[in-house]
Nanobody, 128 residues
Framework: QVQLVESGGGLVQAGGSLNLSCAAS????????MGWFRRAPGKERAFVAA?????????YYADSVKGRFTISRDNAKKAVYLQMNNLVPEDTAVYYC????????????????????WGQGTQVTVSS
C-alpha cells in the first residue's frame, strides 16, 4: 500500500509563497504520474497540477494556478513538490497529493477518479 504524506502548508499573506512536499513510501513511485489536488471550504476537490513519471517529462496545471505554481519530483527521494508563488486568498484549501492508478501513463489525467493513495492533506491559508 502506497502511503503519501503531505507537508509544508501554513498561513501566508497574499503575494507570499509556500513549498509543499509529498513523501511516498510503499509500492513503486517512479513509474506513476503524480498529482496535486485541493479542496476549498464548501467545494469539491479540484485538480491543481500533475507531473509525468519520467524525469524531465511533462507537467500540466489548472488554469487558475498556471504561471504561479510549479510541480516537480525527485524519484530518488520518492517525493513530489508544489512550489506556490504569488498566492491569493482563493488558493486557501487543503492540498492533497495522489498517485495515478495507471503505471507508465502517457496521458494527462485531471480527474480525481484517476488517482489513488491520497494523503491526509496539508492546510494552506492565504490571508488578504
Amino acid at each position: 500500500q502506497v502511503q503519501l504524506v503531505e507537508s509544508g502548508g501554513g498561513l501566508v499573506q497574499a503575494g507570499g509563497s509556500l513549498n509543499l512536499s509529498c513523501a511516498a513510501s510503499g509500492l513503486p513511485f517512479s513509474s506513476y504520474v503524480m498529482g496535486w489536488f485541493r479542496r476549498a471550504p464548501g467545494k469539491e476537490r479540484a485538480f491543481v497540477a500533475a507531473i509525468s513519471w519520467s524525469a524531465g517529462g511533462y507537467t500540466y496545471y489548472a488554469d487558475s494556478v498556471k504561471g504561479r505554481f510549479t510541480i516537480s519530483r525527485d524519484n530518488a527521494k520518492k517525493a513530489v513538490y508544489l512550489q506556490m508563488n504569488n498566492l491569493v486568498p482563493e488558493d486557501t484549501a487543503v492540498y492533497y497529493c495522489a498517485r495515478d492508478r495507471r503505471t507508465y501513463s502517457g496521458d494527462k489525467p485531471r480527474s480525481s477518479a484517476r488517482f489513488e493513495s491520497w494523503g491526509q492533506g496539508t492546510q494552506v491559508t492565504v490571508s488578504s
